[in-house]
């Protein structure tokens, strides 16, 4: 019977595993000191921008476009993860956001309609596009004044001088508009 046991525990593993590879996705083998199990984790796995919040997602959305439009950029890119991320809220439905994240290209050449990792798998082979937006939301549209600021670099380029000037610019925006204020006034 413990033999029996013992080659159930291995065999459902096993077809995970075969599972898995027929569906074409990369597993990895995960160890556990308990038990023997497998995890499946893909370099391919669903679109990380489709779980960020809509205020955040269109900023990401807007880098994406202006990205894929610029003549000089080669590659199609895809959101990677959130390095930072921060809004004030101004009040009266106003909200400044700024959004740090960084961008991984892809297999897929540049103009690409697919927007997600399973059709479009991540190169690894190229530097991660590191990217900075702010913008003015009013309710949940994106303002056109003052103007939305991006800015995005090979991650290798990057020096602390442009980190210190995005961070400064994101500022100047948020604070430029004032916050709005009621006065009392008496007679």
Not at 148 to 155: D, F, R, T, W
């Amino acid at each position: 019977m413990a033999s029996t046991s013992a080659s159930i525990s291995t065999t459902v593993p096993l077809l995970l595993l075969l599972l898995l590879l027929s569906a074409g996705t990369e597993p990895s083998l995960a160890q556990d000191t308990a038990s023997t199990s497998v995890s499946a984790s893909t370099s391919t796995s669903v679109s990380a921008s489709t779980q960020l919040p809509g205020t955040y997602a269109r900023g990401v959305e807007l880098v994406l476009q202006q990205l894929n439009s610029h003549a000089s950029v080669q590659h199609h890119f895809l959101f990677f993860r959130t390095v930072t991320k921060s809004d004030i809220q101004s009040g009266f439905g106003v909200k400044f956001v700024h959004h740090h994240f960084l961008l991984k290209p892809t297999v897929c050449p540049k103009g690409s309609a697919a927007s997600d990792a399973p059709r479009c798998p991540f190169r690894n082979d190229r530097p991660l596009m590191d990217c900075t937006v702010c913008y003015k939301l009013f309710g949940d549209e994106m303002e056109s004044s003052p103007k939305p600021y991006v800015h995005c670099i090979q991650k290798p380029k990057l020096t602390q001088g442009m980190r210190a000037s995005r961070i400064n610019h994101c500022s100047k925006m948020s604070y430029s508009s004032g916050a709005p204020t009621l006065l009392a006034v008496s007679t």
